[in-house]
Nanobody, 126 residues
Framework: QVQLVESGGGLVQPGGSLRLSCTAS????????MGWFRQAPGKEREFVSA????????NYANSVKGRFTISRDNAKNTVYLQMNSLKPEDTAVYYC???????????????????WGRGTQVTVSS
């Protein structure tokens, strides 16, 4: 299984931006569908965004649509989550997840992902 490491989290004011990165090792990254999930204190993990192995297909939770952008660079074994217009309710630990796939597809259900990173904290506060 691929190993995933997230980075780029931190403290940002409302309305600000952050870019999260998730770098993979130990697998063929270009064959992996990737996703971002988040978990706030006292809440269940929720889907944020997903991208297919080629990057051609993407999907977003309604709560982040228009503010977040997922992308990937297969040459760098990295998937990104650009987060703009951040709100306090975006505060959470953000996790990336991956699954090797045969076709160009993505998954919004965390149960379909086999590999997970340890997460990076994002705090949106003034």
């Amino acid at each position: 299984q691929v190993q995933l490491v997230e980075s780029g989290g931190g403290l940002v004011q409302p309305g600000g931006s952050l870019r999260l990165s998730c770098t993979a090792s130990g697998g063929t990254f270009s064959s992996y569908a990737m996703g971002w999930f988040r978990q706030a204190p006292g809440k269940e993990r929720e889907f944020v965004s997903a991208i297919s192995r080629s990057g051609a297909l993407t999907n977003y939770a309604n709560s982040v649509k228009g503010r977040f952008t997922i992308s990937r660079d297969n040459a760098k074994n990295t998937v990104y989550l650009q987060m703009n217009s951040l709100k306090p309710e975006d505060t959470a630990v953000y996790y990336c997840a991956g699954r090797s796939v045969q076709y160009d597809s993505y998954f919004t259900n965390g149960a379909w992902y086999a590999s997970w990173g340890r997460g990076t904290q994002v705090t949106v506060s003034s």
